[in-house]
């Protein structure tokens, strides 16, 4: 038996999974508490307190939450589709919580470094949208259904300049691999891609928003007109699996803008020449940091601007975000020829 564990295929299968434990573990941790410092940070921005009752400074908030979500009653529909209903939510999770097994938070902590990295994130991207159109098929409510089919296009349109905008950064990396991404990025002298893939950045940004149904491209789920959406008819765990489905979301697509744009885990050279004590810090608490800063920078948003019409959604997408995009990669792969990097 020991021998059999001494393997080295079953060691790092066993290494994968205690990974993975510790990664859902954590990435649940922080959904949890994402929502708290939203509704705190929203609170404050509209100069009111937040949730305050439970525990201090209502700390504990999100147990509560959990606790109550769990135990409340899941109601289905009377003529929904049931086994499409009941799957619909665990697609949108699982979607979204595989794409972090690819994301390295640091050069050697990662659950899978798969050359195509890049791509798997996009491919699960899209594939959490297949669990909202469901979603809003299943639930037989014409609410639902109008949501489902709102995020069927908004996916369509944003997914392929989300993609675009990264062509840029596989152009200067020579990769998808996401950790050769990063370290590509550290032999710049300003360490980063955001400088040269300015334009790529602001269009992965406006993507990863619709991409993530967050405001103001909420409209899948616009309260003013749809009741919630394609989640309408959910309630229990199964609603609880689409919310951490969406915050799990926003973290890959911070984690995504990190890694691509933003050195990932590495601080810019000319930084660590003016203060090398910086250097001592691990890796890690870099990358949480740029993190979590998008993080913020998506509650931000959501407290200044209001929901865009559907039209105007669809117009951004198709008329300015993918001709950018397409422009970008001419910049680049121009510049490439001419070896100016």
Same mark, same amino acid.
């Given at each position: 038996?020991?021998?059999?564990?001494?393997?080295?295929?079953?060691?790092?299968?066993?290494?994968?999974?205690?990974?993975?434990?510790?990664?859902?573990?954590?990435?649940?941790?922080?959904?949890?508490?994402?929502?708290?410092?939203?509704?705190?940070?929203?609170?404050?921005?509209?100069?009111?307190?937040?949730?305050?009752?439970?525990?201090?400074?209502?700390?504990?908030?999100?147990?509560?939450?959990?606790?109550?979500?769990?135990?409340?009653?899941?109601?289905?529909?009377?003529?929904?589709?049931?086994?499409?209903?009941?799957?619909?939510?665990?697609?949108?999770?699982?979607?979204?919580?595989?794409?972090?097994?690819?994301?390295?938070?640091?050069?050697?902590?990662?659950?899978?470094?798969?050359?195509?990295?890049?791509?798997?994130?996009?491919?699960?991207?899209?594939?959490?949208?297949?669990?909202?159109?469901?979603?809003?098929?299943?639930?037989?409510?014409?609410?639902?259904?109008?949501?489902?089919?709102?995020?069927?296009?908004?996916?369509?349109?944003?997914?392929?300049?989300?993609?675009?905008?990264?062509?840029?950064?596989?152009?200067?990396?020579?990769?998808?691999?996401?950790?050769?991404?990063? +370290? #590509?990025?550290?032999? *710049?002298?300003? @360490?980063? $891609? =955001?400088?040269?893939?300015?334009?790529?950045?602001?269009? /992965?940004?406006?993507?990863?928003?619709?991409?993530?149904?967050?405001?103001?491209?909420?409209?899948? +789920? #616009?309260?003013?007109? *749809?009741?919630? @959406?394609? $989640? =309408?008819?959910?309630?229990?765990?199964?609603?609880?699996? /689409?919310?951490?489905?969406?915050?799990?979301?926003?973290?890959?697509?911070?984690?995504?803008?990190?890694?691509?744009?933003?050195?990932?885990?590495?601080?810019?050279?000319?930084?660590?020449?003016?203060?090398?004590?910086?250097?001592?810090?691990?890796?890690?608490?870099?990358?949480?940091?740029?993190?979590?800063?998008?993080?913020?920078?998506?509650?931000?948003?959501?407290?200044?601007?209001?929901?865009?019409?559907?039209?105007?959604?669809?117009?951004?997408?198709?008329?300015?975000?993918?001709?950018?995009?397409?422009?970008?990669?001419?910049?680049?792969?121009?510049?490439?020829?001419?070896?100016?990097?």
């Amino acid at each position: 038996m020991l021998a059999f564990i001494n393997e080295p295929a079953v060691l790092s299968i066993i290494l994968a999974v205690v990974k993975s434990i510790i990664l859902v573990s954590v990435a649940m941790f922080h959904v949890a508490y994402a929502t708290y410092f939203e509704r705190k940070a929203i609170g404050h921005m509209q100069v009111r307190m937040g949730p305050m009752r439970v525990g201090p400074h209502g700390i504990l908030q999100p147990v509560a939450d959990m606790i109550k979500l769990f135990f409340k009653e899941d109601i289905i529909p009377e003529k929904a589709d049931r086994t499409v209903f009941y799957f619909a939510p665990v697609i949108s999770f699982v979607a979204a919580i595989s794409s972090l097994s690819v994301i390295p938070f640091y050069k050697d902590w990662y659950v899978a470094n798969i050359n195509i990295g890049l791509l798997f994130i996009l491919a699960m991207s899209s594939l959490g949208a297949y669990g909202i159109v469901m979603a809003g098929w299943a639930s037989n409510s014409k609410y639902a259904f109008l949501g489902g089919l709102r995020s069927s296009a908004q996916v369509l349109s944003y997914e392929i300049a989300m993609g675009l905008s990264l062509v840029g950064v596989m152009i200067m990396a020579g990769s998808l691999n996401l950790r050769e991404i990063v +370290e #590509a990025q550290n032999k *710049l002298p300003y @360490g980063m $891609f =955001a400088i040269p893939q300015i334009l790529g950045l602001f269009v /992965f940004l406006v993507a990863a928003f619709a991409e993530t149904n967050r405001a103001p491209f909420d409209l899948p +789920e #616009a309260e003013s007109e *749809l009741v919630a @959406g394609y $989640f =309408a008819e959910y309630s229990g765990f199964r609603f609880a699996l /689409f919310y951490a489905g969406e915050y799990i979301a926003m973290i890959v697509m911070a984690s995504l803008l990190t890694a691509c744009y933003f050195g990932g885990w590495t601080l810019p050279p000319f930084i660590l020449k003016a203060l090398p004590w910086l250097g001592l810090v691990p890796g890690v608490v870099w990358f949480v940091l740029k993190v979590y800063f998008f993080i913020f920078f998506y509650y931000w948003i959501r407290a200044t601007l209001p929901r865009y019409r559907y039209d105007q959604l669809m117009a951004i997408g198709w008329k300015v975000l993918i001709p950018l995009s397409l422009l970008n990669i001419f910049i680049t792969g121009t510049l490439r020829i001419l070896k100016v990097f």
